[in-house]
């Protein structure tokens, strides 16, 4: 067991936990927010690709699920709030159109795949299974925003805006969830 260098480092486990759990919860987000886009878009065009992107959600989060429970982690508190606000954001942006949900997606991807690299780069060879799970969730990530933009995000109404806010939210429920 290593212990932190200087006071408020995290230990090599309290980090571990940190990435399964900020990564469960993410997942779970991510699940919601496209059940939220499908519980209006269900019966479009736009269905299969949202119906696909979640499936890819629900493997990521079931590995992650998995990982909780094999390492003994504790889920974040927060759970019941991005049940929520996963559907309500899933939801609202498809409220305001296709672009729109199109545009939810490319905004937490890229701050997902920001974060899937740091998370990365910080395992080093420590734990390659770990590592090699986020680098392959991170490429899927990354194909749901390039599938996003061929669908028209760019297109959304106040897309600078949509994009910049979802990606603030997204960045304080990540910080969020490492910690509670």
Known sequence: ?????LPGDLSAEEKLARII????AGEYGAKRIYEGQLAVL???ADAPVLREMLAQEEQHLKKFNDLIAARGVRPTALEPVWHAAGFAL??????????????????????IGEHYAEQAASLGAEEPELKSTIESFRR????????????????????????????AGTRLAIWLSKRI
């Open 1 to 5: 067991m290593s212990t932190p260098s």
């Open 21 to 24: 759990r900020v990564n469960q």
């Open 42 to 44: 269900g019966k479009t």
């Open 90 to 111: 899933g939801a609202a942006t498809a409220l305001l159109g296709r672009e729109a949900a199109m545009a939810c997606t490319v905004a937490v991807e890229d701050v």
């Open 140 to 167: 899927d990530e990354l194909h749901h925003r390039e599938v996003s933009l061929q669908h028209g995000a760019e297109q959304a109404p106040a897309y600078p805006v949509l994009t910049g806010a979802i990606k």
